[in-house]
């Protein structure tokens, strides 16, 4: 849960912390938020990291990939999160085609986020083909947290949203890209959906820490997509999603009997109206 100093205002959380969180061995919560009112709430509740994912694309647009997200939406959506926010860590994906291009296109990207958007730090996919990117970004002052394994950015490369790494060549591959992101110098990486043997294996040779979805429980810390845990979402089963709640059916009901209740008459009451 969220710490305070005795003035009441609470510890924030920096990429220090978070590094720190593994020499320590305290795991890291991390979830995503998009919009002010959800990134008072996972802040309120103590989460350490706010991830303004390009899910944002999927559960907020509506659109099947993350591919079609723009620099301008996530520098909105995370201007938003960003003043919902007194303790956690805001780190801001980088959109498709925001940073592949030129590592100058990259810094100008990742500036912005910073600049107008507030972020604390970006998060950008792929390995050692980014690394180079990396550095430049991490030297400019702006800290990187990588992200490997299944990276959605690639959806039409991959084909699918199977399991990354099962077979030895491409975990190998795996495990260099690691060590070159934490070269390059990431502050943290994410580890999305490969097999949790192999996922130990990162966390127990990196220096900084994992955090994964989908890839077990040795990562340092583990994140979600809000959406998911709290059951906005309907038609998502993979099995590495927890649901902490059921809002769907919650919200369906709440909105429903509020319809019934304009519709007869019912609401507003004598006590909800000025007289
Ligand atoms: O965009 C996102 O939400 C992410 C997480 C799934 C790690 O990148």
Redesign the pocket.
Known sequence: MSTAKSDGRPDKVTTRTVVDFKRKGEKISMI?AYDFTMARIVNYAGIDVI?V???ASNVMAGHET?LPITLDQMIYHTSCVVRGVDRALVVA?LPFMSYQVTVKEALISAGRMMKDAGAHAV?LEGGAPVAETIRRIVDAGIPVMG?LGLT?QSIYKFGTYKVRAKEEAEAEQLINDALALQQAGCFAL?L?KIPSGLARKVTEMLDIPTIG?GAGSACDGQ?L?VHDMLGLTRDFHPRFIRRYANMFDDMTQAISTYVQDVKSGDFPSDTEQYN
């Open positions: 995503t991830l994912g390009d899910s993350t994906d998060k992200h959605p994410v999305e979805i994140v997509v």
